[in-house]
C-alpha cells in the first residue's frame, strides 16, 4: 500500500513538473520578447552606438572610438506636450551626429558654430558669430596642412572665390546666404565645424545641416581602439579581414583605456 501511494506521489510529481514546464518556456520567450523590443525601442528612440570614421573630430573625438549617441535629448518638436519631457534645443558648441545632406546620407559627426538666426565669418582663421569672436579652445591646428582659403576667411566673397572641393549644390546656394560678409543661418538650418580645423569638409564646403537631420548627442566613449593608420589601410576586402583580423589579435594593447567611458564635451 505505501508502495502504491509512492508512485502515485511520484506520478503526480512527475504531472506537475510536465505542467509548469510549458509555462516556464513560455515566460522565458515572453521575457526574451520584451527584452528585443526594449532593446528595439533604445535603439529607436534614445541612444545608439557610433564609430568615429575620420579625424575631423580630433583631439575630442579619435578615430577608432566607439559612442553611445543620446536620440532622446533633442526629440522636441514643438508639441505642447514638449516641455513635460527633458527635451532641449540643439545649442552652440553641441556635438552632433546628423545625416549628411548628400551622397546617400551617411552619418557625420560635427559641433554646432552656428543656429537659426546667427551670422558666421572666418577672418584670419578667428570665427566671428554675431560680430563676437568664439571662444574655441577645443580647436587644433595642423601647420603642415595644404593651405586652404576657407581656413582663413569665409565666406567667400564673390564667385571668383568658390573652391573646387565644394559641394556643387552649396556652391551654387551659398553666396545667396551671404550679408555684408557673413553667412547668415537659415531657419530650421545649423552651420557645423569639425575642431580638427584644417582637416575637416564641413558646413564651409557643402553648407547647413537640416534639424530633421540631426540624429541626436554623443554622450559617452564607451570604447576606444586604435586601428590601422587611415594610408595604410587596405581598402579591398582581403585588407579588409587582414585589418580585422590584425586588430583582434592584439585587441589588449591596441584598446585606448584610459579613454573608455570618457563622456563627450
Known amino acids: 500500500?505505501?508502495?502504491?501511494?509512492?508512485?502515485?506521489?511520484?506520478?503526480?510529481?512527475?504531472?506537475?513538473?510536465?505542467?509548469?514546464?510549458?509555462?516556464?518556456?513560455?515566460?522565458?520567450?515572453?521575457?526574451?520578447?520584451?527584452?528585443?523590443?526594449?532593446?528595439?525601442?533604445?535603439?529607436?528612440?534614445?541612444?545608439?552606438?557610433?564609430?568615429?570614421?575620420?579625424?575631423?573630430?580630433?583631439?575630442?573625438?579619435?578615430?577608432?572610438?566607439?559612442?553611445?549617441?543620446?536620440?532622446?535629448?533633442?526629440?522636441?518638436?514643438?508639441?505642447?506636450?514638449?516641455?513635460?519631457?527633458?527635451?532641449?534645443?540643439?545649442?552652440?558648441?553641441?556635438?552632433?551626429?546628423?545625416?549628411?545632406?548628400?551622397?546617400?546620407?551617411?552619418?557625420y559627426v560635427k559641433r554646432v558654430i552656428g543656429i537659426p538666426g546667427d551670422r558666421i565669418k572666418i577672418v584670419d582663421q578667428q570665427v566671428y558669430v554675431n560680430g563676437k569672436r568664439l571662444n574655441e579652445p577645443y580647436v587644433v591646428r595642423d601647420p603642415t596642412a595644404p593651405y586652404e582659403p576657407f581656413e582663413d576667411n569665409f565666406p567667400p566673397r564673390g564667385a571668383q572665390y568658390l573652391?573646387?572641393?565644394?559641394?556643387?549644390?552649396?556652391?551654387?546656394?551659398?553666396?545667396?546666404?551671404?550679408?555684408?560678409g557673413e553667412i547668415v543661418v537659415p531657419p530650421g538650418k545649423y552651420f557645423a565645424m569639425g575642431d580638427n580645423r584644417d582637416h575637416s569638409w564641413d558646413s564651409r564646403f557643402w553648407g547647413f545641416v537640416d534639424r530633421d537631420a540631426i540624429m541626436g548627442r554623443p554622450v559617452v566613449i564607451y570604447w576606444s581602439v586604435q586601428g590601422p593608420h587611415e594610408d595604410e589601410a587596405d581598402?579591398?576586402?582581403?585588407?579588409?579581414?587582414?585589418?580585422?583580423?590584425?586588430?583582434?589579435?592584439?585587441?589588449?594593447?591596441?584598446?585606448?583605456w584610459s579613454r573608455m567611458f570618457h563622456q563627450v564635451h
Open 1 to 107: 500500500m505505501a508502495q502504491t501511494a509512492q508512485v502515485v506521489e511520484t506520478q503526480s510529481a512527475a504531472a506537475k513538473r510536465e505542467e509548469t514546464h510549458p509555462a516556464t518556456l513560455r515566460e522565458y520567450i515572453e521575457s526574451l520578447l520584451v527584452t528585443v523590443i526594449l532593446a528595439l525601442f533604445g535603439t529607436t528612440f534614445v541612444v545608439q552606438a557610433f564609430k568615429i570614421p575620420s579625424q575631423s573630430m580630433e583631439p575630442t573625438l579619435l578615430v577608432g572610438d566607439h559612442l553611445l549617441v543620446n536620440k532622446f535629448i533633442f526629440g522636441g518638436r514643438g508639441h505642447w506636450y514638449d516641455r513635460l519631457l527633458p527635451y532641449r534645443d540643439v545649442r552652440r558648441g553641441d556635438i552632433i551626429v546628423f545625416k549628411f545632406p548628400y551622397q546617400n546620407h551617411p552619418h
Open 163 to 180: 573652391q573646387s572641393n565644394m559641394q556643387p549644390e552649396w556652391a551654387d546656394q551659398i553666396l545667396a546666404n551671404v550679408y555684408n
Open 235 to 256: 581598402q579591398n576586402l582581403n585588407g579588409w579581414l587582414l585589418s580585422f583580423l590584425d586588430t583582434v589579435l592584439h585587441l589588449p594593447s591596441r584598446t585606448r
